[in-house]
């Protein structure tokens, strides 16, 4: 990053120096500072605390404002983040954190703070699979525009797939690919819904709150079929990463929401090898879809 001009009063966490290997991301790291002082400014904030080392694509602060607790969210903004104010702004708290204030010109979200903000990937000792039943009710609403189309999303992976598995070194049999490929086939180009969808929904992006037990953050929204909802959740091996635990996830969720099981775990398979190989878990991601391809 650049030395002149301001600077940050705290280190930019580690997971986002990933952003300088881009241009668009040296760029946005270079103005980070001048970011943060004109958000600070926008929403009044009178301070700030070190940052939450758990986001990958936005600097996120805990803040005050007055006697409010509050997060300061500064986005690299892009095509999967572009509109997650828009989504918390239709949940209006219902599932999700509350959206408390954009400045979409500076990448800048004011957002209720989670507290005491546990991970439901951490609650090992409650039922984590009836709290997502729960939020699901809530979170999936009817929506349009300006959301993503999920056929649209869905075929950009179809484009994308043999690419980036031969730009990662083909760390997979080509069979997974050419299942996720078929399963968007399979699923067809039409909607068959038009709900918000949360496209990240996994044990690290829901937080335990004071205002409802639980609440979803970090939504990267698309609109579509509600089978698709499950996807994330069916991948999430934090909730257990077996065969048998993989495949329970999708039945009793599917049972219990009244989704499509197969559109599911078509879903599932498309979604987990498109988002496989730019993640530090592909290897699990992996074997993932080869349980889902024979179950």
Request: net charge negative; with cysteine; glycine share 6%.
């Amino acid at each position: 990053m650049s030395n002149s001009g301001p600077s940050l009063p705290f280190q930019v966490p580690e997971k986002l120096l990933w952003l300088a290997n881009k241009q668009a991301g040296r760029d946005w790291l270079n103005r980070l500072p001048v970011l943060f002082e004109a958000a600070l400014s926008r929403f009044d904030l009178q301070s700030v605390g070190q940052p939450f080392t758990g986001g990958n694509v936005s600097l996120v602060l805990p803040a005050r404002r007055s006697a409010e607790n509050v997060v300061l969210k500064l986005q690299f903004v892009h095509r999967e983040t572009r509109h997650e104010a828009d989504a918390l702004r239709l949940w209006n708290g219902q599932g999700a954190c509350r959206l408390l204030g954009h400045e979409p010109e500076l990448g800048a979200l004011l957002l209720e703070r989670c507290r005491p903000g546990r991970y439901l990937a951490d609650a090992t000792d409650t039922d984590q699979l009836a709290i997502l039943v729960n939020l699901l009710r809530k979170l999936m609403v009817p929506a349009e525009a300006p959301f993503t189309p999920l056929s649209e999303e869905a075929a950009g992976w179809i484009s994308a797939l043999e690419r980036d598995w031969r730009s990662a070194g083909t760390p997979c049999e080509k069979r997974l690919v050419d299942a996720a490929v078929a399963a968007v086939n399979d699923l067809g180009s039409e909607e068959t819904g038009s709900l918000l969808l949360h496209q990240d929904l996994h044990g690290h992006n829901i937080l335990s709150a004071e205002r409802e037990p639980w609440l979803a953050i970090d939504p990267k929204p698309l609109v579509g079929d509600p089978a698709f909802a499950l996807s994330p959740i069916v991948r999430s091996f934090e909730f257990g990463h077996t065969k048998e635990a993989t495949l329970h996830r999708l039945e009793r969720l599917s049972e219990e929401l009244e989704l499509d099981r197969e559109r599911a775990r078509l879903w599932t398979v498309a979604q987990t090898m498109a988002w496989a190989f730019d993640s530090p878990h592909s290897e699990r991601h992996f074997q993932t879809c080869r349980w889902l391809m024979t179950g």
